[in-house]
Structure formats: C-alpha cells, structure tokens
C-alpha cells in the first residue's frame, strides 16, 4: 500500500503572519502602534469587509483615538498592526467567510481565521466558568479576566479528527449526514473526548458513526476551523471493505466505498459544495467538500496517490 501524505498544508494551514505574542502584553507599545492600525471589523454572522483584492481593512482612525477594549491584535504585517473586532453589522460589500476564505491569499485567509476563532471565543466567554463572574477583555484581546477575581481565562480551541477511510487499496469510505443534500459526501469527524488519544478518538468515532473496525489511524496534518472554534487533526486509516456498516449513533445515514476513479473524476470537476445550498441539481453520485476545508484535502491525498 502507497503512503500518501498532503501535497502542500491544508488551504487555512498557510499563513506566515507574525502573531505578536510578545507585545499582547505592552501596553505602550501597543498605543504607539494604534494611530497607523488597521482593523478588521466582523458582524455577528462572521462577515467580514471585502474589498477588490481582498480583506477590508479598516484604518484605526475610523474607530478611536484609542484601542477599543473588545479588539484584539491578530498579528503583524510589514511593521502594521493588525486588529479584529465583532460589531453590528459591517458597511459596505461583505462576504460569508465559507466562501471568501478559498478566495484569499493564504496570510489574508490566516488572519480572517484567526480573529473568528479568538471572536467567537470572546462571544461564549462573558462569564468566569469558576464563579460566573463577569470577565473582561485583557492582553490585547488574548484572555479575559475575572472583574472580581481578576483570574485569567484564556481561549478555548475544541480539537477534534477528520478521517480519510480507505481499504488499503482503490476505494475509499465517504459518508453524509441526512440533513446533507442528495450527493454530499465527506470525511468523517468528531471532537476529542477527555482521557483520549487522537488515535483513539479515531477508532471510536468511526466505529460510532459507520460501525466499522479501523485500524492504523496515521496523522497527515491539521487546520484550524472557525466555525465556531475548532482544530481539525487529519487521519487517514484503513477498515475491512467486506465489514457490513451499521450507523450506530445515527449521524451518519448513508456510505458508501467510492472507486478511486469516480473520486478523481469528482475532484477534476471542480464541483464542490455551496453554502446554503439545498438542491445540488442532476449530475454524478459523488460532491466533495469545499477547497477550504481539509476533507477535500484528505481525499485528493488519497486519490491521487497511486497504490
């Protein structure tokens, strides 16, 4: 059996941008780099300012003379800091960013994933979960303290596997749950339970969700998911394609072992999912994923690497 790996990180997995953690924490340096800022301003959907060759940036000016206690640096860029923050609602052209992250350059696609996750952190955590005391923002916008306590809570990634499930051979296992349109399919994924293993998660959740047997789960890479906060941790493993499969939890409601042939077939007509979509229309069996996400990456692993 070929060993496949990712051609190249995952499309989110891409950004070189200094993340500054060191200066989160200096305040001065950090109201000297406020006046020549640029913000990236979010509404409550995850919709963000596009402009014609990417990302919107907002200049500080448009917001205060002085930085906003909810914005958050996200990073560095050609000695400008850069800053996120969730408002009501944004002016101007915006976009859902499932389908503006496969358009951005990868930095640009980096930075929009960042200030999600760090945002959304920031929307769940008002309360301390040790006294339900009110927390605030602090270190620019990386924890949030206790107003009473002032204990630090910083934020919360959910980890979870995405599965590729192949027979070693040419055909691999792809599901769809029932809310899916007729046509998707994807990987199967899970969270990370207390007291597992990657590979372990690997095990039960395919034996969960297609009742099958698998064994040598073997990472492949990860990509943060913004939606609302997750870092998804590629597997591939292999099963018994002779195993009868039973949809144990009820997630999954069908699967089938697609030939190496239709998933190239499916990956070349560069037919993927739309946002929002409820009716894919006539054409083949098969729909992958979005290039944003690292299932589609885990299939074209697989598919075009020759047994």
């Known amino acids: ?27 001065d340096r950090l109201a000297a780099g406020w006046p020549s800022a640029r913000v990236l301003l979010v509404d409550a959907e995850g919709r963000s300012g596009i402009g014609s060759d990417g990302l919107r940036w907002e200049s500080s000016a448009t917001i205060g003379d002085t930085i906003p206690q909810d914005a958050v640096l996200i990073g560095v860029r050609d000695g400008v800091d850069l800053w996120a923050m969730r408002v009501e609602s944004v002016e101007g052209k915006t976009a859902d960013p499932r389908g503006s992250l496969g358009r ?41 303290k206790s107003t009473t306590t002032g204990r630090e809570e910083f934020p919360r990634t959910d980890a979870a596997i995405i599965t ?108 993927e999912w739309l946002r929002g979509e409820t009716d894919p229309g006539a054409g083949p069996r098969l729909r992958l994923p979005g290039s944003i996400s690292i299932a589609r990456g885990l299939v074209h692993a697989w598919a075009t690497t020759p047994t």
Do not use: K
């Open 104 to 144: 951005l350059e990868p930095d640009e696609a980096g930075l929009l994933v960042t200030a999600l996750g760090i945002l959304n952190w920031h929307a769940s955590a008002r309360f301390s979960p040790v006294d339900g005391s009110p927390t605030v923002p602090a270190r620019a916008g990386w924890t949030r």
């Open 164 to 271: 590729v499930v192949h027979d070693g051979a040419d055909h691999v296992l792809l599901g769809r749950q029932s809310g899916w349109p007729d046509r998707w399919f994807s990987t199967f994924a899970g969270f990370v339970e207390p007291g597992e293993s990657l590979e372990q998660c690997v095990v039960r959740e395919l034996h969960e969700e297609t009742g099958l047997d698998v064994f040598e789960p073997r990472y492949l890479g990860s990509q943060p998911w913004p939606f609302p906060r997750s870092l998804m941790m590629g597997f591939a493993a292999r099963a018994d394609r002779d195993q009868p499969l039973d949809f144990l939890d009820g997630e999954i409601t069908e699967a089938h072992w697609f030939p190496r042939d239709e998933v190239l077939a499916a990956l070349e007509s560069g037919d």
């Open 1 to 27: 059996m070929a060993i496949f790996e990712f051609s190249e990180p995952p499309l989110l997995s891409r950004s070189t941008i200094d993340r500054a953690d060191e200066l989160r924490g200096d305040a």
